[in-house]
C-alpha cells in the first residue's frame, strides 16, 4: 500500500511552526495534530464508532484507526481525541480503560483490534478529560509509552463502554489532517461493512513524544520579520527589537524578537536582527490567493483576511483565479428572491444554487411546486432531481408502523410529493441513494393521498461509494396504470437536495429454503414461487443460498417438549414485523430481523416455558402467536440475567390451552443473525409419571398424589423407565462408574456362548457381590435394535500375568442377577441397564463377566467407564488382548 509520504511531511513542519509561533518555551513534539485549537473550530460533525463493548457483545467491537508516518525514531508518550457517545452515554465516567494499538497496516485490525506491533491497556484512572475544551464532546489525552523506528503506521485509541446501559461511543471527524482517510475496523463484521472501511475524512486525534523540542533549534517561520505579527514589517517590530535587546535563550526559551539569521536564527536579539528588519521594511507578510467575491467575480493578491472581510471566499494561498471556479449563477434566496452570485455565497445566505442558469431566466417561485400532495410533479422512470429546501411539512404525518426500526422519525419534515404512473406489474424501486445527499426519509402512496402503503427511513443495503450514509429505498409491487404519491422527508425534519430514482430491478438469484439457487430469476417471478430474491445482478455462484427450515410461518417446524437447534443464519426476514407493545423496554427491538418459525402443539393446559438460554448462542428476540401465525399473545428481547445462558437470551412464560398450536417465531436484537438452542417446557395441569416409594415404581400419579404418598415423583416416565432402586455400591472397595450418553462412550459384547469374553482389572482382596453396567441389544443381520431380556451371568477371576489375565482361579456359571432399567438413553435408543449380582470371592486381581445367553436375540453389551486407567482385556478364544478403555463395575 503506498501513500503521498511527503503530503504527511509537510504537515509535520508546518505543526512544529504552528507549535513554535503559538509558543517560545520548551514543548512536547507534536507529530501529528487533527484536533487544533481547544474551540473545537476544526471538528467536524461526522462521529464514528470506536469502542469494546462488554462480554457477550465482542463481535461489535470496532475502532477507528488513523495514518502516521514517522521520519525517525519516536517514543510516543501521550495519545489524545474527541470522544462523543450516544444511545444512552452521559460522560467519559463510564469509561472503564483505554487501549492504544499501532498496526502495520490495515488489514491487520481487521484480523484482530490489538495491535499486531504495539498495544497497552491504560486505565481510566491514569486518563485526562481536558477542562480547557469548549468544542463537541470531549478532549481525552491518554499516556502512551511506544517505541517506533521510521516508517508508516496505523493506530487507534480504544474505550472500553458498557453499552448496557452506557450506550456507544465513538470519535469526532476532522477538518484537518494529511489527506489520507481514516479507516474503521470491526472483526466481527456486526457492522455490516466487512472487517474494514474507508471513512472518508481524518478523525481528531493528536499524538507527542517524550522530546522535550528547543525552540531555538526550529527553523524560523514565514516572513519571520513580522515579530509583532500584524502583517507588515514597520515600526512596531523595531520596537519589540529595542524591547528585548540582548536578551538570548537557554535551551528552554527563545526571544519572539529573534528573526535572523535564517533558517533558525541565533537564539538572541542583536544587531542582526535589526538588519533584517530593515532589509525587509514595509513588506506585507501575509499569504495571498484567489478570492471568490459574492458577485462571482474572482480576484487575485487578495490575503485571506481581507477576502473574508469582502464576504468572499478564499480558495487557499497562492491559488490562482485561472485554476479555480467562480462565476456568478442564479441563487433563489426564498421563492421570491432571486440574486446572481456565487455558488460560496448562496449557500452562505442558505439559498438554492441553479447552476445553469442565472436569474434572468429563473423563477424561483417553482421551488415549491410539489410542497402538497394536491401539487404532486408527475415522473416517470429516471432520475428526478429534488430539492426540499423551501418545502413546508405536509399533514398528516405518515405512519411509520410499516417500517418499524427503519428511522423513518418524520418529525414535521418539510417534503416534496411527486406521482408516478406505473407502466406494467411488478417490482419497482424507488430510491434517494445520491452521495451528495442528506438523511432522508420516504413513503409510499397508493391510488390518492391518503393510502399509505410503504415507507422507509435508513435502507437495509449499505452503498458507500455511490449513495449518503443514511438514505431511503422501498421496494414495492405496483399494480400497472395505477397511480403512486412518493413523499420525500427527511430524518427529524433534515431538508436538502438529492435524486429520485424509480427503475425496475435488475434479474439476479433466487433462493429456495431447500437450498435450491437458479440465476436470472426477477423479484416478480421469484417470491411468488417461495423464494428469496438474494439481490440485483447477484449469482448463485457468487452468495450463499443454503436450506433453511421454518423461514416463514406456514412452514414452521414442528417441535415438541425438549430442545430443538435453529440458525437463523440463512434465513429471510418475516412480515410485518411484530409489535414490541407486549414487551415494552425489554429490548425486542426487531430490526427488519432475518427470523425461524416453530409450530408447537400444547399437550395439555398450564404454564410454558420458550427460552433460547444457549451459553453458545447470540442476542436473540422471540415472539410468541397462539392459534395463528398473526395472533401475537407475548414477545421478549431479554431476559433476566443467567450465568448458564448467553448474556442476553429471550424467555417466555405463558398459559397455555391444551391442544392448541402455538407459533414461535425466533429472530435477533436489531436484526443480529446465529444458531441457537429454543427449549420448551411445560408446567402442566394434568401431567402423570412413575413414582418412587422405597424403591417401589407406581405408575401414572399426578405429582401431588404421589408427594401425598412420600414418594419421588418422575414427570413423564413410566415405570418401566423409571429407575426406583436405591443407589448401589454404597460401601464398595472398587468402583468404575458409567459413561454418561454424552461423553465418548463404547458398549461392547460380552458373552460366554460366543467367543467375546472381557475382563478388568481390579485387584481387590475379596468381594461379597457385584454391579455390572451395560445396554442391550439386538442384531438381526442388517439393523440393531433395544431389547430387554433377563440375563445370568458368568463369572471368573484371574491372576495377574504382566497385565493381562493369568491363571483362571475361580468360576461361577449361571449367576442370577437383579436387572434395573435406568432410564437413561444412550444413541437416544439403548436404554442403560444395571444388573446386581452376589459374588463371594477372595484374591481378585482380574475379573471376567458375561451374558448366559443360549441365543444370540438379545445381547449384553457391558459399558465402558471414564474412571479407571484407560485398560481392559479381551479374548476372542485364543490369547487375551488389551483395549484402551475401561469397563464400568462395582464390588463390595
Request: charged share 15%; proline share 4%; aromatic share 10%.
Amino acid at each position: 500500500m503506498v501513500y503521498n509520504v511527503l503530503m504527511e511531511k509537510d504537515l509535520l513542519l508546518k505543526t512544529l511552526s504552528i507549535c513554535a509561533l503559538i509558543s517560545s518555551s520548551a514543548f512536547s513534539e507534536v507529530l501529528i495534530d487533527q484536533i487544533g485549537p481547544n474551540d473545537g473550530s476544526y471538528i467536524g460533525e461526522a462521529v464514528s464508532a470506536n469502542q469494546y463493548f462488554e462480554a457477550g457483545l465482542e463481535t461489535y467491537n470496532i475502532a477507528v484507526l488513523e495514518y502516521i508516518f514517522l521520519l525517525n525514531q519516536r517514543t510516543l508518550s501521550n495519545a489524545e481525541f474527541v470522544l462523543e457517545g450516544w444511545d444512552g452515554f452521559t460522560d467519559p465516567s463510564s469509561i472503564t480503560s483505554y487501549q492504544f494499538n499501532v498496526y502495520s497496516d490495515v488489514d491487520s485490525a481487521g484480523v484482530s483490534l490489538q495491535g499486531d506491533l504495539h498495544s497497552e491497556d491504560i486505565d481510566s484512572a491514569n486518563v485526562t478529560i481536558s477542562s480547557e475544551w469548549s468544542g463537541n464532546g470531549h478532549l481525552v489525552k491518554v499516556p502512551i509509552n511506544a517505541a517506533f523506528g521510521s516508517g508508516e503506521y496505523w493506530f487507534s485509541i480504544i474505550p472500553s463502554n458498557d453499552f448496557d446501559p452506557h450506550g456507544q461511543v465513538g470519535v469526532y471527524e476532522s477538518l484537518i489532517g494529511d489527506g489520507i482517510t481514516s479507516m474503521q475496523a470491526n472483526p466481527g463484521e456486526e457492522f455490516g461493512f466487512g472487517t474494514t472501511r474507508s471513512l472518508g475524512f481524518n478523525t481528531a486525534y493528536r499524538l507527542s513524544d517524550d522530546v522535550i523540542v528547543d525552540p531555538c533549534t526550529l527553523q524560523l517561520p514565514p516572513c519571520p520579520e513580522d515579530i509583532s505579527q500584524d502583517g507588515y514589517v514597520s515600526i512596531s517590530d523595531l520596537l519589540e527589537i529595542i524591547s528585548q535587546w540582548g536578551d538570548c535563550g537557554n535551551g528552554e526559551y527563545r526571544p519572539s524578537a529573534d528573526c535572523a539569521p535564517l533558517p533558525n536564527g541565533d537564539c538572541c536579539v542583536s544587531i542582526t536582527d535589526i538588519l533584517a528588519v530593515v532589509a525587509a521594511w514595509n513588506a506585507e507578510c501575509t499569504p495571498h490567493g484567489a478570492c471568490c467575491l459574492p458577485s462571482g467575480v474572482c480576484e487575485e493578491g487578495i490575503n485571506e483576511s481581507n477576502c473574508h472581510l469582502s464576504s468572499g471566499f478564499y480558495f487557499g494561498d497562492d491559488t490562482q483565479c485561472a485554476k479555480v471556479s467562480c462565476t456568478p449563477l442564479a441563487c433563489c434566496i426564498d421563492l421570491n428572491t432571486c440574486l446572481d452570485i456565487s455558488s460560496y455565497s448562496c449557500e452562505e445566505f442558505g439559498g438554492v444554487v441553479h447552476f445553469t442558469s442565472t436569474c434572468e431566466t429563473t423563477d424561483c417561485s417553482l421551488l415549491s411546486e410539489g410542497d402538497e400532495c394536491l401539487d404532486a410533479i408527475p415522473t416517470t422512470m429516471v432520475n428526478v432531481a429534488y430539492d426540499t429546501t423551501f418545502m413546508t411539512p405536509s399533514q398528516p404525518e405518515p405512519n411509520d408502523g410499516q417500517c418499524y426500526d427503519s428511522n423513518l422519525e418524520w418529525s414535521n419534515s418539510p417534503d416534496v410529493w411527486y406521482s408516478f404512473i406505473a407502466p406494467n406489474n411488478g417490482y419497482h424501486t424507488f430510491s434517494l441513494c445520491d452521495i451528495d445527499g442528506y438523511d432522508t426519509s420516504l413513503v409510499l402512496y397508493e391510488g390518492n393521498c391518503d393510502e399509505q402503503v410503504a415507507c422507509n427511513g435508513d435502507s437495509i443495503y449499505s452503498d458507500t461509494e455511490n449513495c449518503q450514509e443514511f438514505y431511503s429505498e422501498i421496494l414495492y409491487d405496483v399494480s400497472a396504470n395505477t397511480q403512486y404519491y412518493i413523499r420525500i422527508g427527511g430524518w427529524y425534519g433534515e431538508t436538502g437536495s438529492g435524486t429520485l430514482t424509480i427503475d425496475v430491478p435488475e434479474p439476479g438469484a433466487c433462493c429456495w429454503d431447500d437450498g435450491t439457487c437458479l440465476d436470472n430469476f426477477s423479484i416478480q417471478n421469484c417470491e411468488p414461487l417461495g423464494g428469496s430474491f438474494l439481490g440485483e445482478n447477484v449469482l448463485c455462484a457468487e452468495s450463499e443460498c443454503i436450506a433453511t427450515e421454518g423461514d416463514e410461518c406456514d412452514d414452521a417446524t414442528v417441535v415438541t417438549l425438549g430442545e430443538f437447534y435453529f440458525s437463523t443464519s440463512n434465513s429471510s426476514p418475516s412480515i410485518p414485523e411484530p409489535s414490541d407493545l407486549q414487551c415494552a423496554d425489554s429490548y425486542l427491538e426487531w430490526g427488519f430481523s432475518p427470523d425461524i418459525w416453530a409450530r408447537w402443539s400444547s399437550p395439555d393446559s398450564g404454564v410454558a416455558t420458550f427460552t433460547t438460554c444457549d451459553i453458545d448462542s447470540y442476542d436473540t428476540s422471540i415472539v410468541l402467536y397462539e392459534g395463528n401465525c398473526s395472533n401475537q399473545v407475548a414477545c421478549n428481547g431479554d431476559a433476566e440475567n443467567d450465568p448458564a445462558c448467553q448474556q442476553y437470551y429471550s424467555e417466555i412464560v405463558f398459559t397455555v390451552s391444551a391442544n392448541t398450536n402455538y407459533y414461535i417465531r425466533i429472530g435477533g436484537w436489531q436484526g443480529t443473525t446465529g444458531d441457537g438452542t429454543l427449549t420448551i417446557t411445560l408446567d402442566g395441569d394434568n401431567d402423570t409419571g412413575a413414582c418412587c416409594v422405597q424403591g417401589k415404581c407406581t405408575p401414572d400419579q399426578l405429582e401431588n398424589e404421589c408427594l401425598a404418598l412420600g414418594g419421588e415423583w418422575r414427570f413423564g416416565e413410566t415405570c418401566k423407565v423409571a429407575n426406583c432402586a436405591d443407589i448401589p455400591c454404597n460401601s464398595a472397595s472398587f468402583t468404575q462408574t458409567p459413561h454418561a450418553p454424552e461423553d465418548v462412550w463404547f458398549a461392547a459384547n460380552s458373552s460366554s456362548d460366543y467367543t467375546y469374553k472381557r475382563a478388568e482389572f481390579v485387584n481387590v482382596p475379596d468381594s461379597t457381590a457385584i454391579t455390572v453396567w451395560g445396554l442391550q441389544a439386538h442384531f438381526d443381520g442388517a439393523n440393531w435394535s433395544s431389547c430387554d431380556t433377563e440375563f445370568e451371568f458368568a463369572i471368573r477371576s484371574y491372576t495377574d500375568q504382566n497385565g493381562f489375565p493369568g491363571a483362571e482361579v475361580n468360576g461361577q456359571l449361571n449367576v442370577p442377577s437383579t436387572r434395573t432399567a435406568t432410564g437413561t438413553l444412550y444413541a437416544g435408543v439403548y436404554e442403560l441397564v444395571q444388573w446386581d449380582m452376589d459374588y463371594v470371592d477372595t484374591n481378585i486381581e482380574h475379573i471376567s463377566v458375561q451374558a448366559e445367553t443360549a441365543n444370540l436375540d438379545c445381547w449384553f453389551l457391558w459399558l465402558s467407564s471414564g474412571t479407571g486407567d484407560s485398560k481392559s482385556a479381551l479374548n476372542t478364544g485364543t490369547n487375551w488382548t488389551i483395549e484402551n478403555f475401561d469397563l464400568s463395575i462395582c464390588i463390595e
